[in-house]
């Protein structure tokens, strides 16, 4: 076993997938997990093993996308003792890469492209170094994913010295609604009762990061971490530019929730000494279609949220008190500069009507179908 060569392998596939544009929610998801299958299909143990190597489909999926999972059978022993390894072939989308997005997804060209831009100076150095590939999936996680195949391949070439067996899932949709791996995870049941596996453990290849400026450490994670995304669907009162303190702006009140919960580690979690990352923003708009001097009438915005413990019941409660907080602080700010405006106008000042209410969602169809039934 040549690992010198393997490393080279696994770095050409990893950029010949990166070439597959894979965007999230697009037909092209389809494009890359065909790629994958092709190279899983190429390996002699599936040309042996057809029947180990499939699509999985996600189910009622608009754009028919899919998953390929392979396993090998280990035939040393009657061990059935089973790792399951997991990547993801689609990436976000390529629009932050500006006047190259055409070469978002072309390792080989994409340096030469970065040498038209203004840089910061790590990113030139980079650059200069040598030591980095580029493109849009490469670290997250194409190459995560070629490594994976490159290691069920290696296994593959002796099943005889294999105690145990491997499953490899590449999925699709992770970085959008997890269609992906909602749909892995009832065939993998399926094969634990067909196949008797006995599942030990799962190994992700996804990528990892220095955790502060000048960290070498490369991190091997133990363990798993939840992801919630608390929305708030913020309703205000529209206003005429001209008159404001008639509406409530559903922009201030998300802007508030922002202010109260983007990077506050109150919402942070701590499990066995270590700490999540806060919650951070991913979204804030309003929802009006047009220009108008007119304030909105509806606005959203939502978080990403690490967890070590909590479930959405338990979160759901913090959250909804921290855009209470949020939304109770906008109404007070609304009315001190009401009565600043009031008193430099000379007109008598009267308290704004607006009221802080927060509803999960839960309870808000509650209450409609106790106005409208069912």
């Known amino acids: 076993m040549n690992w010198t060569e393997i490393g080279q392998q696994i770095r050409d596939f990893a950029v010949e997938l990166t070439q597959v544009k894979s965007v999230v929610g697009s037909p092209q998801e389809l494009d890359s997990t065909k790629k994958v299958m092709e190279r899983l299909e190429a390996m002699a143990y599936f040309k042996q093993h057809p029947d180990r190597l499939y699509y999985v489909d996600i189910a009622d999926d608009q754009l028919g996308r899919n998953s390929v999972l392979a396993y090998i059978k280990g035939e040393k022993g009657d061990s059935q003792k089973t790792v399951v390894m997991i990547g993801h072939t689609d990436t976000v989308g390529t629009s932050d890469y500006g ?43 194409k190459t995560g994913v070629s490594i994976l195949i490159h290691l069920l391949e290696q296994f593959s070439l002796d099943p005889s010295q294999l105690e145990g067996n491997l499953v ?49 450490t490369r991190y091997l994670y133990v363990g798993t971490v939840g992801k919630l995304m608390p929305s708030f669907f913020c309703v205000g009162s529209e206003a005429h530019g001209g008159d404001p303190f008639r509406g409530i702006d559903p922009n201030h009140i998300a802007s508030a929730i922002v202010q109260e919960i983007n990077f506050n580690m109150d919402y942070a979690e701590e499990a066995e000494g270590e700490t999540t990352v806060p919650p951070i923003s991913l979204r804030l708009q309003d929802l009006k279609p047009e220009y108008s001097v007119q304030t909105a009438k509806t606005s959203y915005v939502y978080f990403n949220f690490s967890t070590h413990t909590s479930t959405p019941d338990a979160m759901l409660p913090k959250v909804k008190a921290g855009a209470k907080k949020a939304f109770e602080s906008v109404i007070d700010q609304l009315n001190r500069q009401y009565r600043i405006y009031a008193e430099r106008n000379h007109f008598e000042f009267e308290e704004l009507p607006w009221k802080a209410r927060v509803l999960s969602y839960a309870e808000l169809l509650e209450q409609v179908m106790a106005e409208r039934g069912d």
């Open 168 to 216: 490899l899932a590449a999925v699709s949709d992770e970085e959008g609604n997890s269609g992906g791996m909602l749909g892995v995870v009832p065939e993998l049941i399926r094969l634990q009762q067909k196949e008797g596996f006995e599942y030990q453990a799962m190994v992700d290849t996804d990528y990892s990061a220095p955790r502060f400026d000048g960290d070498e």
């Open 99 to 141: 006047e190259i997005e055409a070469y978002a997804t072309r390792p080989d060209e994409l340096p030469e492209q970065y040498q038209k831009l203004i840089l910061p100076q790590d990113a030139i150095d980079d650059l200069a170094s040598g030591d980095y590939i580029f493109g849009r999936g490469i670290f997250d996680m």
